[in-house]
């Protein structure tokens, strides 16, 4: 979509936005709502701080990730005011105003000071933010009823907003295809990690989450944390979960590749992928999604009896008796925005037989979703099915093949549309 088209949905988003968060604040009987950006703390007896990301209502509204110390007035019947922390600094670079067509659409002021703007003659006021940034100002801070609504205008996205999610597919899509041959060539994780970050042109720091890259066993820890810088003696597979970052708002895209030679592990990867296709293909209007997460445990029962992992136990029976979940531990999405983990996915507890997801609603137009579902051999599940009553039901020996496999997780980006979806992931990475 050309640049200028780009701009004008921008602005409209914030017009949009002004709307929800004045009804909301009337809604609650207040006057002026402020919001801080936050900013990172100290770590203890050092003088750095830790990484920052913007506090979520902030990005909302500017897209700004990495401005500190700045500062969002929401006053009904007015622009916005958005003051940015501007210090006389030769250490760091400095915050600027920003020139595009959205930032006319806010009352725009630079400071040097940490504090707020004038606060005076607002009214009631309510002020979000962390509570470490918020000490000796006034208003009501963090209302737990306003915040909840707040976190409710963030659940339909609005069309500049799955602009940005569907560009943040775009140039992730090409992160994993240029981390599947670095892993097809040899590469470690470290080096996959950096041609992953080649090839979107995006320091981590700048993504919306750390890269999960596990080659082998480290597939199945579901978020693994490191990076091994030594090539493994023989690769057998490949799971990175990654995305990118733009304008405030994160694609969460997770492929798996077998290495060659891995036939058994490669048919679980393509049975996977099959069921996670025909998942997206039902994500519709008036879907539950606590339904759709257990048709996925139905459907990967089916997939663990045609692979020869349970034998004997039809596909009701595996899912009632927790097998199932032995295999595919976490939930099956949850919505996508500005935080990889998009607010408002709960408004009511995730079941007793779920107790990871985190999407409980029935899927509306407007909404984002990841539908992720995964196959894992994780030894602290597995083990304790294999050594229990059923355990004689399950293959041991292929079992033991796959250990070194680690796991299978697919994940797609999809936007609930009025008649269907439009898988945002798919368009760019097939």
């Given at each position: 979509?050309?640049?200028?088209?780009?701009?004008?949905?921008?602005?409209?988003h914030?017009e949009?936005?002004?709307?929800?968060?004045?009804?909301?604040?009337?809604?609650?009987g207040?006057?002026?709502?402020?919001?801080?950006?936050?900013?990172?703390?100290?770590?203890?007896?050092?003088?750095?701080?830790?990484?920052?990301?913007?506090?979520?209502?902030?990005?909302?509204?500017?897209?700004?990730?990495?401005?500190?110390?700045?500062?969002?007035?929401?006053?009904?019947?007015?622009?916005?005011?958005?003051?940015?922390?501007?210090?006389?600094?030769?250490?760091?670079?400095?915050?600027?105003?920003?020139?595009?067509?959205?930032?006319?659409?806010?009352?725009?002021?630079?400071?040097?000071?940490?504090?707020?703007?004038?606060?005076?003659?607002?009214?009631?006021l309510?002020?979000?933010?962390d509570?470490?940034?918020l000490?000796?100002?006034?208003?009501?801070?963090?209302?737990?009823?306003?915040?909840?609504?707040l976190?409710?205008?963030?659940?339909?996205?609005?069309?500049?907003?799955?602009?940005?999610?569907?560009?943040?597919?775009?140039?992730?899509?090409d992160?994993?295809?240029?981390?599947?041959?670095?892993?097809?060539?040899?590469?470690?994780?470290?080096?996959?990690?950096?041609?992953?970050?080649?090839?979107?042109?995006?320091?981590?720091?700048?993504?919306p989450?750390?890269?999960?890259?596990?080659?082998?066993?480290h597939?199945?820890?579901?978020?693994?944390?490191y990076?091994?810088?030594?090539?493994?003696?023989?690769?057998?597979?490949?799971?990175?979960?990654?995305?990118y970052?733009?304008?405030?708002?994160?694609?969460?895209?997770?492929?798996?590749?077998?290495?060659?030679?891995?036939?058994?592990?490669?048919?679980?990867?393509?049975?996977?992928?099959?069921?996670?296709?025909?998942?997206?293909?039902?994500?519709?209007?008036?879907?539950?999604?606590?339904?759709?997460?257990?048709?996925?445990?139905?459907?990967?029962?089916?997939?663990?009896?045609?692979a020869?992992?349970?034998?004997?136990?039809?596909?009701?029976?595996?899912?009632?008796?927790?097998?199932t979940?032995?295999?595919?531990?976490?939930?099956?999405?949850?919505?996508?925005?500005?935080?990889?983990?998009?607010?408002g996915?709960?408004?009511?507890?995730?079941?007793?037989?779920?107790?990871?997801?985190?999407?409980?609603?029935?899927?509306?137009?407007?909404?984002?979703?990841?539908?992720?579902?995964?196959?894992?051999?994780?030894?602290?599940?597995?083990?304790?099915?294999?050594?229990?009553?059923l355990?004689?039901?399950?293959?041991?020996?292929?079992?033991?093949?796959?250990?070194?496999?680690?796991?299978?997780?697919?994940?797609?980006?999809?936007?609930?549309?009025?008649?269907?979806?439009?898988?945002?992931?798919?368009r760019?990475?097939?």
């Amino acid at each position: 979509m050309p640049e200028q088209e780009r701009h004008a949905r921008q602005c409209l988003h914030l017009e949009t936005l002004q709307q929800r968060y004045s009804d909301a604040l009337e809604s609650h009987g207040y006057d002026a709502l402020l919001i801080a950006s936050g900013a990172a703390p100290m770590r203890y007896a050092d003088d750095h701080g830790y990484a920052f990301q913007g506090f979520g209502p902030f990005v909302h509204w500017t897209g700004l990730t990495d401005v500190e110390h700045s500062w969002l007035l929401i006053r009904p019947g007015r622009q916005a005011l958005l003051q940015l922390y501007t210090p006389v600094d030769f250490w760091h670079a400095t915050a600027s105003l920003p020139d595009e067509p959205w930032a006319r659409e806010l009352e725009l002021t630079a400071s040097p000071e940490r504090r707020p703007p004038a606060l005076d003659g607002l009214g009631r006021l309510a002020v979000i933010g962390d509570p470490a940034a918020l000490t000796d100002l006034p208003g009501t801070h963090n209302p737990a009823d306003l915040l909840a609504d707040l976190e409710a205008t963030r659940i339909l996205k609005t069309g500049y907003e799955i602009e940005c999610l569907d560009l943040a597919n775009a140039r992730a899509a090409d992160g994993h295809r240029a981390a599947r041959e670095a892993f097809l060539a040899g590469a470690s994780e470290f080096e996959i990690s950096l041609a992953y970050q080649q090839a979107t042109a995006q320091r981590e720091v700048e993504a919306p989450y750390h890269s999960i890259i596990g080659l082998n066993d480290h597939a199945g820890i579901l978020h693994y944390q490191y990076y091994d810088t030594v090539r493994p003696q023989q690769p057998r597979s490949l799971l990175i979960d990654a995305g990118y970052r733009f304008r405030g708002y994160g694609s969460d895209i997770t492929r798996t590749t077998a290495a060659p030679g891995e036939g058994m592990f490669q048919a679980l990867v393509a049975g996977v992928e099959s069921l996670q296709k025909r998942l997206c293909d039902a994500v519709v209007p008036g879907m539950d999604f606590v339904e759709l997460h257990r048709k996925t445990h139905l459907g990967l029962a089916a997939l663990l009896s045609s692979a020869g992992l349970v034998r004997g136990l039809d596909e009701e029976t595996q899912v009632a008796e927790g097998i199932t979940r032995a295999f595919f531990p976490h939930g099956l999405g949850h919505l996508l925005g500005v935080q990889v983990h998009d607010v408002g996915g709960r408004p009511v507890p995730p079941p007793e037989d779920a107790p990871f997801l985190r999407l409980t609603r029935r899927l509306e137009p407007g909404m984002v979703v990841t539908v992720e579902p995964g196959l894992y051999f994780i030894p602290s599940l597995l083990k304790p099915v294999m050594q229990g009553r059923l355990g004689s039901q399950l293959d041991h020996g292929l079992i033991d093949e796959l250990w070194g496999c680690g796991g299978i997780r697919i994940e797609d980006n999809v936007e609930v549309t009025d008649n269907g979806a439009c898988n945002l992931t798919r368009r760019h990475l097939p």
